[in-house]
């Protein structure tokens, strides 16, 4: 047993991946696992050393997490500021898995014709775009950016240079908190979730800007678990590109992951799934009509225990 690393995927001979495999299946000799851990070195125990879930206790557990997250999926708000080539498919997967009643915006000064025309509301979500400067007050006060629940920061690609990219990201997190301290300076309850920050998403080129983005993250105290959400390109693409070097057979695994269709990996706090000790105790029976003992939210109610 791993107690400290979760198996995520078998990578295989032949150079296919097997993510997320079935609880069934067997680990040939040719295989190589591969595990989510803190470290590159894990700990392998036996079985009776640790708490091993009983059969068919991962397809009753991720039943209850999947009704513990339910809650979460109502309509979305979201923003995408800026316009690059990649914003097109961007914007494309999050109208096409948006939930009922979502609604997507595009606050960018230009759009390829070509582009512009591939932009359709669904049943599920409707699109809007708006010309306008992304790192502007007023252009964003217009969205309004502070009603958004998530902003995905896109700049142009042809503003110069990295650095000029990343000042205007740096730019639009600082206009779009703005908006939203002007917005909570007028509300009669500021404490209200309703006038919390927005997710902000954006990529970075360089360590100077990304330590700038979570400073602002940490300027003001009642609102400082909602630093940016930064991602470092270069740190990235470097990062797959030396692991495949170290193990070609990587390569495989980085193309699942990483494909637009396919899988997705969510890390969650344990306690969600039940936790290891009640695993190990309660999921053998199966049926119940009270959920399994522990902390975990979202368990109550009964469920089945049938085998992978």
Known sequence: MLPRATLCGVSHADGSVTLAPDDAYVIRADDEVVLLAESSSVDIVPVGESFAPRKGSERYYMKALSEYTDADRGPKKILFAGYNDETLLAVKLARDMAPNGSEITILAETIPADEFEQFRSTPNCKLRVIKGVPSSHEHLKSVPVSAQDSVVIMPAKDLGSKAEEDATVLATILQTYANCELRRSRAPDPSSPEYRNPHVVAALNTD??????????????????????????????????????????????FDALLATEGHECYIRDADLYGGADTRAMNAESDTSDEGPEGSGKGLEGGGSHEGA
């Open 208 to 253: 100077s800007a990304r330590s700038i983005a979570e400073l602002m993250g940490t300027v003001d105290t009642a609102h400082v678990a909602e630093i940016p959400d930064v991602i470092m390109s270069d740190d990235l693409i470097g990062g797959v590109l030396l692991q495949v070097s170290a193990n070609p057979r990587l390569a495989s695994l």
